[in-house]
């Protein structure tokens, strides 16, 4: 369709509501009086009821700039501001989304993402702007968007949906009218879609997204109704579904791709179904392997990768997992945190000469002591050139020092740093010397600040992940510990904006 196709969904002029959304709402901390003094007597002039009166109720002095007081006349909040300063930069804008039915379509709503703003250099002439730079239509089985490219003065349909608060509204206040999409939405086939639980998503709240999945899928009511929001949500922010939701589908058992008795186990069992959870499930089913829904939480999505780089039996593999699970709970939360321990024994065990072709030997009933034998076993030799090269490593690898509350990280200075680390703490880092000084792997120990030389727990990351997390034991990390590694990532990790109010 054309945009002048498209326009024929929208009213032609701004609703009243509109007008009364941006100036109640939008613009509620955007109301000022203006005061002047004539023959001795001030006066004042409020911008949102936009009467004048003499403000001889207050001191002799009169009003102050920028004192906060209340309209004699509309009872408003408003800034005081002397009529006889400059007002260049006493302007205030924002980014409204405003969803409304179709003009021409019973079934599908729409929505407008616009520019409003009011300049108060003249306040006794001050009028509202608005600008629509997003049309948005949703009707049963299809979505579109067209947004206005000034540099080219002209109006392009996008491929995609896009939300303009994450992209050109970035830094602008941004404000979403829920009661707009509520009017919008009534007696449409959208009504019963649920919007009313995405709307607080995170740079998602103009629902945008939402709204395009909905017109294309009609499982998304059933399926947050069944508690499977998380799969919503995924697919709203674009994150990975693992392919386990046919989206497609017909009936509950289709979508999910799992039997009525299936369904009815999951909503017995104590987790939150979650992409991950159901490709765990779904993979080691295919594999003809039983298990619960909560054992295959237990396994995570990472585990199944790394189980299959194996080259051992999935089934085999996910059992001797869950076991060892069940024996040390402390040092293993979840699956792949087992596997990557059992590489790392396998490899000091082929180095101590054990044979691994015994299967008593290769899978130790207990891994974790296991483990800890074989990296006791082991002895890390000071290596001159090592250190040469981790010392090298330094400099660029200090930039990501990090301090958040009591804990601060740093990289580890030498190997034999590195084999203390992991003789106090009885865990296997010192091995990781040759790689972390030729680069493929980096090393950050974590401190408290009131024992800076104390091992407490060692941080791997690769290519800017952080692989894991390790401290007495091969115990995972704690809540305080967690707590520090999630800001670190935020900080350090992962490049974010922050969207800032113009």
């Known amino acids: 369709m054309g945009f002048s196709n498209t326009l024929r969904h929208f009213p032609k002029k701004i609703s009243q509501e509109l007008v009364d959304y941006v100036r109640d709402e939008v613009f509620l901390e955007s109301r000022y009086l203006f005061v002047y003094k004539k023959k001795g007597i001030q006066y004042g002039y409020c911008s949102h009821c936009k009467k004048e009166y003499i403000t001889n109720t207050y001191p002799k002095s009169g009003l102050a700039h920028n004192q906060e007081t209340v309209c004699d006349k509309c009872n408003s909040v408003v800034t005081v501001k002397s009529a006889g300063r400059g007002r260049k930069n006493l302007y205030a804008v924002a980014y409204v989304v405003w969803y409304e039915k179709s003009l021409v379509n019973p079934e599908a709503i729409v929505a407008r993402g616009m520019i409003v703003s009011r300049d108060y250099q003249d306040f006794r002439n001050t009028e509202t702007q608005y600008s629509?730079?997003?049309?948005?239509?949703?009707?049963?089985?299809?979505?579109e968007q067209w947004v206005y490219h000034g540099w080219r003065n002209e109006w392009a349909k996008l491929k995609n949906i896009r939300s303009e608060i994450t992209g050109t509204m970035l830094y602008k206040s941004t404000f979403v009218s829920h009661d707009s999409v509520a009017a919008a939405v009534k007696g449409t086939p959208f009504q019963y879609s649920t919007w009313e639980y995405y709307k607080e998503l995170h740079d998602r709240e103009d629902l945008v997204h939402f709204f395009s999945l909905a017109a294309r899928y009609s499982c998304i009511e059933y399926l947050t109704k069944i508690g499977f929001r998380k799969f919503i949500e995924a697919k709203i922010i674009g994150l990975r579904t693992y392919g386990a939701i046919n989206w497609n589908g017909t009936t509950l058992e289709k979508v999910t791709r799992l039997s009525k008795s299936e369904l009815k186990q999951l909503r017995r069992e104590p987790v939150i179904p979650t992409p991950e959870l159901l490709f765990v499930y779904q993979t080691l089913r295919k594999h003809g392997l039983t298990i619960s829904f909560e054992q295959a939480f237990s396994l995570d999505d990472s585990f199944i990768e790394v189980a299959q780089k194996l080259s051992e039996p999935l089934d085999f593999v996910t059992k001797y997992t869950l076991k060892q699970l069940a024996k040390s709970p402390l040092s293993y939360r979840v699956g792949s945190s087992v596997i990557r321990d059992l590489r790392d024994y396998w490899e000091e065990a082929e180095e101590l000469g054990f044979d691994l072709e015994k299967e008593h030997i290769k899978y130790p009933n207990n891994l974790q002591e296991a483990h800890e034998d074989t990296t006791k076993r082991i002895k890390v030799k000071v290596n001159k050139e090592l250190n040469e090269k981790i010392n090298n490593r330094l400099p660029a690898l200090n930039k990501r020092s990090f301090s958040y509350g009591q804990l601060h990280l740093r990289p580890a200075a030498s190997s034999l740093?590195?084999?203390?680390?992991?003789?106090?703490?009885?865990?296997?880092?010192?091995?990781?010397?040759?790689?972390?000084?030729?680069?493929?792997?980096?090393?950050?120990?974590?401190?408290?600040?009131?024992?800076?030389?104390?091992?407490?727990?060692t941080l791997e990351i690769q290519r800017n992940v952080v692989v894991q997390c390790r401290g007495f034991k091969n115990r995972d990390m704690t809540k305080e510990v967690a707590a520090f590694i999630e800001a670190f990532k935020e900080t350090k990790l992962t490049k974010r904006k922050n969207k800032l109010s113009a």
Do not use: M, W
């Open 132 to 143: 629509t730079v997003s049309y948005y239509t949703f009707e049963p089985g299809y979505s």
């Open 417 to 457: 740093e590195l084999f203390e680390e992991g003789k106090q703490l009885i865990h296997c880092v010192g091995r990781y010397a040759t790689r972390y000084a030729e680069g493929d792997t980096d090393i950050y120990v974590l401190r408290h600040n009131a024992s800076p030389d104390k091992p407490f727990y």
